[in-house]
T-cell receptor, first 110, second 117 residues
Framework: ELKVEQNPLFLSMQEGKNYTIYCNYSTTSDRLYWYRQDPGKSLESLFVLLSNGAVKQEGRLMASLDTKARLSTLHITAAVHDLSATYFCAVETSGSRLTFGEGTQLTVNP | SAVISQKPSRDICQRGTSLTIQCQVDSQVTMMFWYRQQPGQSLTLIATANQGSEATYESGFVIDKFPISRPNLTFSTLTVSNMSPEDSSIYLC??????????????FGPGTRLTVT
């Protein structure tokens, strides 16, 4: 059974600081997603990582994938309040099925 | 990308009743999925909605409880049957949409927030 573990589960950080969210998974996969969810809202796709060594950046967020280590990271640079949300990683397996991590609830304080 | 709508957006239902949730996509897609997000939790895949055949259910989910229809390539329904308070969740439809060539991505609908009393 595929397990996807995120850490930390809760993250409170100050504006302007940097931090990394980690996503470990237990089986082979070549496709990993990062999603953002605001309270009471659906999921917004942030990144799709397709291969080993993939790195994608959008604004203050950068995601990377190491398929050999079965690890993805979401790095936040110079956090701002608008980044406060819950972030999920999701690993795709056969049949395009997604297994989600537990989510990281990020709060950015002024 | 794909634009996905769900109906209803929310509902409050009595235990023992059933609710059918609709998912409509603005383009034809092969793969459609139904997920559940229990309060404060992550998302769990219920089933893959296959066009022209029965849905494929994940472990812990059964057709009698969550019957699914997929009459065409743009539409699917999920019914939550004989509801109990434990079924209170957000139910989300997702699709795999082509981005051209061999590229594709998965998108989620806005969700249906179900409360069972």
């Amino acid at each position: 059974e595929l397990k996807v573990e995120q850490n930390p589960l809760f993250l409170s950080m100050q504006e302007g600081k940097n931090y990394t969210i980690y996503c470990n998974y237990s089986t082979t996969s070549d496709r990993l997603y990062w999603y953002r969810q605001d309270p009471g809202k659906s999921l917004e796709s942030l990144f799709v990582l397709l291969s080993n060594g993939a790195v994608k950046q959008e604004g203050r967020l950068m995601a990377s994938l190491d398929t050999k280590a079965r690890l993805s990271t979401l790095h936040i640079t110079a956090a701002v309040h608008d980044l406060s949300a819950t972030y999920f990683c999701a690993v795709e397996t056969s049949g395009s099925r997604l297994t989600f991590g537990e989510g990281t609830q990020l709060t950015v304080n002024p | 990308s794909a634009v996905i709508s769900q109906k209803p957006s929310r509902d409050i239902c009595q235990r023992g009743t059933s609710l059918t949730i609709q998912c409509q996509v603005d383009s034809q897609v092969t793969m459609m999925f139904w997920y559940r997000q229990q309060p404060g939790q992550s998302l769990t895949l219920i089933a893959t909605a296959n066009q022209g055949s029965e849905a494929t259910y994940e472990s812990g989910f059964v057709i009698d409880k969550f019957p699914i229809s997929r009459p065409n390539l743009t539409f699917s329904t999920l019914t939550v049957s004989n509801m109990s308070p434990e079924d209170s969740s957000i139910y989300l439809c997702s699709v795999e949409a082509s981005l051209g060539g061999s590229r594709y991505e998965q998108y989620f609908g806005p969700g249906t927030r179900l409360t069972v009393t």
